[in-house]
T-cell receptor, first 111, second 114 residues
Framework: SQQGEEDPQALSIQEGENATMNCSYK?????LQWYRQNSGRGLVHLIL?????REKHSGRLRVTLDTSKKSSSLLITASRAADTASYFC???????????FGAGTTVTVRA | EAQVTQNPRYLITVTGKKLTVTCSQN?????MSWYRQDPGLGLRQIYY???????DKGDVPEGYKVSRKEKRNFPLILESPSPNQTSLYFC?????????????FGPGTRLTVL
């Protein structure tokens, strides 16, 4: 099954700065989701973006999808210490609606 | 409160000693699945279930069994655990099995097999 790959693996930023992470995938998708995982805990859904959408917003989160480049980005604006977590993209493939998760980007927000 | 619960949260066992990790959800979800999380490998799906009595293999099913006798419960069984099954395990549920459905994750079970 397809798996998205997040980049970078790790990111350290100052509180108040923006954090951007990317997800690349290999084959065409129907949907892509982003999840957050606080240290050692279960994943929490953040946002879903469909293949016919280019951008979605949810609070301080902005997700883009470029199907021509087979990539998505997650932007967290005005980061806070509570945003410290790992972020995962989950993709399906055009002939299979099952989700596969990447290895994640670990974000550390310094106070 | 809508939630997925797992028990135990932490388990240390020895090679070959059968164990069961329970998973229960209170959201009347049809779809349930088990993942393992290992450093650098992300989440890999072990087994999933589309409904009661319907289960299927995920990406890494070897060494695991599951059952779905009731809609709310989806236990993971390791008949003869081995050290390479040391991992962090997550149960998840969703309304359906589609990639548009939000998956709700349990808190995780950290398993160590000596």
């Amino acid at each position: 099954s397809q798996q998205g790959e997040e980049d970078p693996q790790a990111l350290s930023i100052q509180e108040g700065e923006n954090a951007t992470m990317n997800c690349s995938y290999k084959t065409s998708i129907n949907n892509l989701q982003w999840y957050r995982q606080n240290s050692g805990r279960g994943l929490v859904h953040l946002i879903l973006i469909r293949s016919n959408e280019r951008e979605k917003h949810s609070g301080r989160l902005r997700v883009t999808l470029d199907t021509s480049k087979k990539s998505s980005s997650l932007l967290i604006t005005a980061s806070r210490a509570a945003d410290t977590a790992s972020y995962f993209c989950a993709t399906d493939s055009s002939n299979d609606y099952k989700l596969s998760f990447g290895a994640g980007t670990t974000v550390t927000v310094r106070a | 409160e809508a939630q997925v619960t797992q028990n135990p949260r932490y388990l240390i066992t020895v090679t070959g000693k059968k164990l069961t990790v329970t998973c229960s959800q209170n959201m009347n979800h049809e779809y349930m699945s088990w993942y393992r999380q290992d450093p650098g490998l992300g989440l890999r799906q072990i087994y999933y279930s589309m409904n009661v009595e319907v289960t299927d293999k995920g990406d890494v099913p070897e060494g695991y069994k599951v059952s779905r006798k009731e809609k709310r419960n989806f236990p993971l069984i390791l008949e003869s655990p081995s050290p390479n099954q040391t991992s962090l395990y997550f149960c998840a549920s969703s309304f359906g099995g589609s990639s548009t459905d939000t998956q709700y994750f349990g808190p995780g079970t950290r398993l160590t097999v000596l």
